[in-house]
């Protein structure tokens, strides 16, 4: 006989994982189907900041031309595919047209609101839940080779000020003082306590034993294929394994999201933004706070047990493929930046897709069409941080009626 849970997730990443938390403490039974491993998607081998603090959207004005120029010069960490793609041609004219002072306004404050909702949950779950992951909380250095942009982030921080999120400006002096590794060719630095870090697949592997041992539902190796529907309700998901059944029905399958878009009318314009990371065994000479390494828009995070160079954003839709220059030039932004030993064998080079909307805000919502059926994707570049505001806000849509932070931003109305 067929198996009927209160709620099914579709995707098994960090944001599937932690709405699976939240409803499980609500005592809903929950089975979470995954087309591959759970883990195995963006939430895999990215940078592990808990960047509470990254409140500003990606869409600021100017920033398309800046980085037109500096595809131009040969070093920008963008890289968009030629060729006639109309969703991808339809996102870049959206996004576009987002960078722009009132949208910056707008989404700088829906942000803040679920980046700090999300910074409370985690510090009451760390506290609940004693995961391995390497969580510390030792805050972001941000690193300038450039005094220009340097002396600019000046106006980026007053803006973070505002919001009670802003860093402590350094000289080299004092930045190497906390920091040792610092390169000589650094003119500057940022700290921003603000930010904790984890090793983001530890953490899901540990969250997600966790879990199992509440009563979490896994199936593995299981793509969702189909929806069979009736009077604008879900009934089952049709996989390759079979048919499953729930009340409701959560898609949390990041970049692949607009898959579904036909079969449940939905326009959700999510492209997939290529990031790409090198890991390694943490090297005796290494950072001891993670970096990010502004010019380069790439992040260096150590962990007690490991050490990884991330970065790069990359529109080319879903290939896989890794390319051996934008893995070199995470090595190379490194050793600009930072005196450490790179030497160390490389255990993993990893791509993976953030799932990016044009306005830089994730979609947190339940569907106008389908009544038993909610949205949680849309990330981008923040997913493991606002994973549990998001978590949470769809457990208690599903289960109180409503979320305890407002979700207009997050609406799938706004496309
Ligand atoms: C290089 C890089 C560095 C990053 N650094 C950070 C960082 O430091 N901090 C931060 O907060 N964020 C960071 N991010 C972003 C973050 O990784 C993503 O926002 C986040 O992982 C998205 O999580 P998700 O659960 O939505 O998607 P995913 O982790 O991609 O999960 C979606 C899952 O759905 C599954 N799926 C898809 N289709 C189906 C189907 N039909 N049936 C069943 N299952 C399906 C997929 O297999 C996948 O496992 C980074 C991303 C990259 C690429």
Not at 165 to 179: N, Q, S
């Amino acid at each position: 006989m067929e198996s009927k849970n209160d709620v099914i997730i579709v995707g098994g990443g960090i944001i599937g994982l932690a709405c699976a938390h939240y409803l499980l403490k609500e005592n809903a039974s929950v089975r979470i189907i995954e087309k591959d491993v759970i883990g195995s998607g963006a939430s895999h081998g990215n940078c592990g900041l808990l960047h509470f603090s990254g409140i500003l959207p990606l869409c600021a004005p100017g920033i398309v031309r800046h980085e037109i120029y500096r595809a131009i010069c040969g070093t920008s960490p963008l890289y968009i595919k030629p060729g006639l793609d109309i969703d991808r041609f339809l996102w870049l004219i959206k996004f576009a047209s987002h960078c722009n002072k009132s949208h910056v306004s707008y989404a700088t404050k829906a942000k803040h609101e679920l980046l700090r909702y999300s910074k409370n949950l985690y510090a009451q779950f760390f506290k609940e839940a004693s995961l391995s992951c390497d969580y510390e909380k030792k805050g972001l250095l941000l690193l300038f080779r450039d005094r220009q942009y340097f002396e600019k982030y000046a106006i980026t921080n007053a803006k973070l000020k505002q919001y009670d999120f802003e860093a402590r400006p350094l000289d080299t002096k004092d930045a190497r003082a906390i920091e040792p590794s610092i390169h000589e060719d650094v003119v500057g630095a940022y700290y921003n306590e603000h930010d904790d870090h984890v090793r983001p697949e530890i953490l899901i592997q540990s969250w997600k034993n966790h879990l199992v041992k509440k009563g979490l539902i896994i199936e593995e190796k299981c793509k969702v294929t189909n929806f069979e529907t009736a009077h604008n309700k879900i009934r089952a998901v049709k996989t390759v394994k079979g048919r499953y059944q729930a009340d409701h029905f959560i898609i949390s399958t990041g970049a692949f999201t607009p898959e579904f878009n036909k079969q449940l009318k939905l326009s959700i314009p999510v492209q997939p933004g290529k990031g790409y990371s090198i890991t390694m065994e943490k090297p005796d000479r290494s950072c001891e706070i993670p970096c990010l390494l502004y010019e380069k828009n790439m992040v260096v995070t150590p962990w007690k047990s490991g050490y990884r160079l991330g970065g790069t954003m990359e529109f080319s839709g879903f290939d896989k493929t890794l390319n051996k220059k934008r893995l070199a030039r995470l090595l190379n932004g490194a050793g600009e930046y930072l005196n450490t030993s790179l030497e160390n064998p490389i255990l993993e080079e990893w791509a993976g897709f953030r799932p990016m909307t044009y306005d830089d805000l994730p979609i947190i919502d339940r569907s106008p069409d389908t009544k038993n059926l909610y949205i949680a994707t849309g990330h981008g570049m923040l997913g493991l941080t606002m994973a549990t505001g998001t978590g949470k806000a769809i457990s208690d849509i599903i289960t109180k009626g409503s979320a305890q932070i407002s979700l207009a931003p997050f609406s799938l109305d706004r496309f």
